[in-house]
């Protein structure tokens, strides 16, 4: 008798979902998934360029709400590139590299740095940050995955 082979398919996430960004110390926050949008942006404020060790880095300030200050991060940047606002019009804005963690999902993405304070949500996945990740948006549900998963010391091998 032959056994039938299983496909299970792409994992389906919500056009919402809880995801962590490790590097810069967040365990939660809400995500929009916007395959709209090329880049991911992330809502980053009192940004400043200088240089360390021979490159370009930038520190910015991630405001969390509900806490009187925001987060303090230095990262190397990665790209500089001209991206439409939601208003159609180009910025130039600073791309920076970071884990990322959707669910019990990790990899790395490239952000771009965007003041956001007026939209809903203080981080936009992109089409690029979910392309190729086995992934199917529904966008009648939302957190599907639940809380994002610490990477178990496997994964953080497999990662590097």
Not at 111 to 123: G, H
Not at 134 to 141: A, F, S
Not at 148 to 160: I, K, L
């Amino acid at each position: 008798m032959k056994k039938k082979k299983s496909f299970a398919g792409p994992e389906v996430i919500g056009w919402r979902e809880m995801v962590g960004l490790p590097d810069y110390g967040i365990k939660t926050l809400a995500a929009k998934i916007d395959t709209g949008a090329r880049t991911s942006a992330l809502h980053a404020v009192d940004q400043r360029i200088f240089e360390k060790d021979h490159q370009i880095w930038v520190r910015f300030i991630i405001p969390i709400p509900n806490r009187r200050r925001g987060i303090r991060v230095e990262a190397p940047v990665s790209d500089e590139r001209d991206i439409k606002n939601t208003g159609g019009v180009p910025e130039r804005r600073l791309i920076v590299r970071t884990a990322l963690v959707l669910g019990r999902h990790h990899w790395h993405i490239d952000v771009s740095l965007a003041n956001r304070e007026k939209m809903e949500f203080d981080l936009i996945l992109g089409r690029t940050a979910v392309r190729d990740r086995g992934m199917l948006v529904n966008p009648r549900r939302s957190f599907l995955l639940g809380d994002p998963a610490p990477p178990t010391s496997a994964e953080r091998e497999e990662e590097r």
